[in-house]
C-alpha cells in the first residue's frame, strides 16, 4: 500500500503514490530527528524538512491555454490554462513495485513526507510514520520524534510552542528530491540515497527566521513488508551543495504568495 493509501485511511497525509519524491535529514539519526537548531543549527536539526517546487518548461506548455486560432477553428477545444496548485486528489492508487525502481521510488516520495510541515503536528505525524515505516519500529519512530519536535524546537523554527505559525506567517517546510542511488538491493531489502533540496522557515514581513535553502542526502534501509516498501531506518548528511546563483531573494509577500499557489507534489519520480 502507497503512503496516499494508507493515510487516507488513516484520515491523514495527502497521497504519496508511486511516482517520485524525497526525503529529509536526521543529521546521522536514524530517526530522523528534526535538522537545524538555532539559525542555521535548527535548519539542519529537521529530519525532515522543506521543499522547493519548481515548475518545469514542459507542465508550463501543458497547461498554457492555446493562442493559435488557425490551428483549431473552434476555441472551445483548446486547452485552457490550469490552476498548479495541488488538487488534493492522490494521482496514484497502486503501492511501489518490489524491485530497485520501486524502492527509489519510495525513498524519493518518503523523503517529500518526511520533510513535510505536516510533520509539526503530532496527529499527523503520526499517520506519516504508520504509512511508511516498517510494523515493528514505528512505536520507536514515534517517541523518538516526540522527543524531537518539542514547543522548545518549534519556537526554533520561528513556530508557536503548539506548532502553528504566527498570525500574519506562513510557514514553509518542504524536501524535494533531486536524484536517487541504489546502493545494496536484494527482494526483500533495499538502501537508497537521495539528494535533496530543501526550504524551511517563516514567510512573511519582519520574519526573524526566513525562508532559506538547504542541501543534503538521506539515505533509507527500507524493508518490503505487508507488500510495500517500508523505512527501517534512515540517516542524512549535507551537500551536495551547488554553487548558489545571482538570482535575487524574493521578498517575504512574494515567498508566501508562491507557498499558497504552488502546491507541494504528493509524489515522484
Not at 519524491?21 to 538555532?38: F, I, Q, V
Not at 539542519?44 to 515548475?55: A, R
Not at 506562513?170 to 526483500?188: A, L, W
Request: aromatic share 8%; charged share 20%; hydrophobic share 35%.
Amino acid at each position: 500500500m502507497s503512503l496516499g493509501d494508507e493515510r487516507e485511511a488513516s484520515g491523514g497525509y495527502g497521497g504519496t503514490g508511486q511516482t517520485r519524491t524525497r526525503l529529509p535529514e536526521g543529521g546521522g539519526d536514524t530517526y530522523g530527528t528534526p535538522r537545524r537548531a538555532g539559525r542555521s543549527s535548527s535548519r539542519s536539526l529537521v529530519t525532515v524538512v522543506g521543499v522547493v517546487v519548481l515548475l518545469i518548461a514542459a507542465i508550463a506548455f501543458a497547461n498554457r491555454g492555446g493562442d493559435d486560432s488557425s490551428s483549431d477553428p473552434d476555441p472551445g477545444n483548446k486547452p485552457q490554462a490550469g490552476a498548479t496548485a495541488a488538487s488534493g486528489e492522490r494521482p496514484v492508487k497502486a503501492g511501489f513495485a518490489q524491485d530497485e525502481q520501486g524502492a527509489q521510488s519510495a525513498a524519493a516520495n518518503y523523503a517529500v513526507a518526511l520533510g513535510s510541515a505536516e510533520m509539526f503536528d503530532k496527529a499527523k505525524r503520526d499517520a506519516i510514520l504508520q504509512a511508511i515505516i516498517v510494523p515493528a519500529r514505528i512505536s520507536e519512530f514515534e517517541a523518538n520524534l516526540d522527543k524531537a519536535y518539542t514547543p522548545a524546537f518549534n519556537a526554533n523554527v520561528g513556530l508557536n510552542e503548539n506548532g502553528s505559525p504566527p498570525n500574519g506567517y506562513t510557514f514553509v517546510s518542504r524536501t524535494s528530491p533531486i536524484g536517487t542511488k541504489v546502493t545494496e538491493s536484494s527482494e526483500s531489502r533495499a538502501t537508497v540515497e537521495v539528494w535533496c533540496s530543501g526550504l524551511l522557515g517563516l514567510a512573511g514581513e519582519n520574519s526573524t527566521n526566513p525562508v532559506t535553502n538547504s542541501w543534503f542526502t538521506i539515505t533509507m534501509q527500507l524493508e518490503w513488508a505487508n507488500g510495500d516498501w517500508k523505512i527501517v531506518t534512515h540517516s542524512q548528511k549535507d551537500g551536495p551543495t551547488p554553487v548558489p546563483g545571482d538570482e535575487r531573494a524574493s521578498t517575504a509577500d512574494e515567498m508566501a504568495k508562491a507557498v499558497e499557489e504552488y502546491g507541494g507534489f504528493t509524489y515522484a519520480r
